[in-house]
């Protein structure tokens, strides 16, 4: 089994950390090279897999019918606290990848002009597609129901689920028009989230 963590101790070369854009205190796992999008890219599929492993494992845990005796009980609250831990670490290097990735592909948000800059492009986005944005670029890669995106995303629990659809229908557009190598996607039953294309045999 495949774990993974954030460590945040220094990072192995910090020569390298500085040459690359990365933040030195996240320490590499062997064989992670920060320097490439094709490495970025492979990890984010690893990572996202990992994400979707240890979820699925911890709802197990949850869902899991075991007595209620007090030895019973405390063997489940470990397992639960284990679990956690595991797909938190998962979800932390997930969000390293998908900063790294964003970092390479020269993705840079303003906030004060709510300016998305890819490549020396600048496109303008209104406010709620600009907190959209920036909200799913701070959790990239995880999924966020309707409900949840009207009150982490805009603070507003009084929006409609529909307004939700225009809003991301229309960032999604803005997305596309800019040449931004990433898109939001609607998972079924799992809600919205912002992942990188991979094109094919990358």
């Known amino acids: 089994m495949v774990t993974a963590s954030v460590d ?8 390298l950390a500085r040459q690359g854009g990365v933040d030195p205190s996240v320490r590499l796992l062997e064989g992670e090279d920060p320097g ?3 490495d970025a890219r492979q ?9 979707d492993l240890k979820r699925r494992r911890l709802d197990r845990v949850t869902n899991d019918d075991m007595d209620d005796h007090e030895g019973m009980a405390q063997k489940r609250t470990a397992r639960l606290r284990h679990a956690s831990n595991q797909l938190q670490g998962v979800r932390d290097r997930l969000e390293f990848w998908y900063g790294r990735m964003q970092q390479l ?3 840079d948000l303003e906030r004060d002009t709510r300016t998305l800059t890819h490549r020396g492009r ?3 986005l209104t406010n709620r597609e600009y907190q959209l944005l920036e909200f799913l670029m ?3 890669g995880l999924p966020f129901t309707s409900s949840q995106l009207l009150v982490q995303a805009w ?4 929006l409609s689920t529909e307004q939700v659809r225009l809003y991301v229908g229309q960032l999604r557009k ?4 800019s040449g931004v190598p990433c898109e939001v996607v609607n998972q079924p039953r799992r809600g919205y989230s912002l992942v990188f294309q991979v094109p094919a045999g990358a």
């Open 43 to 51: 990890w984010l599929r690893v990572y996202t897999a990992l994400v």
């Open 8 to 15: 945040r101790g220094h990072f192995p070369d910090a020569d």
């Open 138 to 140: 701070r959790s990239p």
């Open 174 to 177: 803005k997305l596309r028009a």
């Open 155 to 158: 603070h507003r629990s009084d």
């Open 122 to 124: 600048d496109t303008l």
């Open 105 to 107: 592909q020269a993705i």
């Open 36 to 38: 490439g999008i094709e």
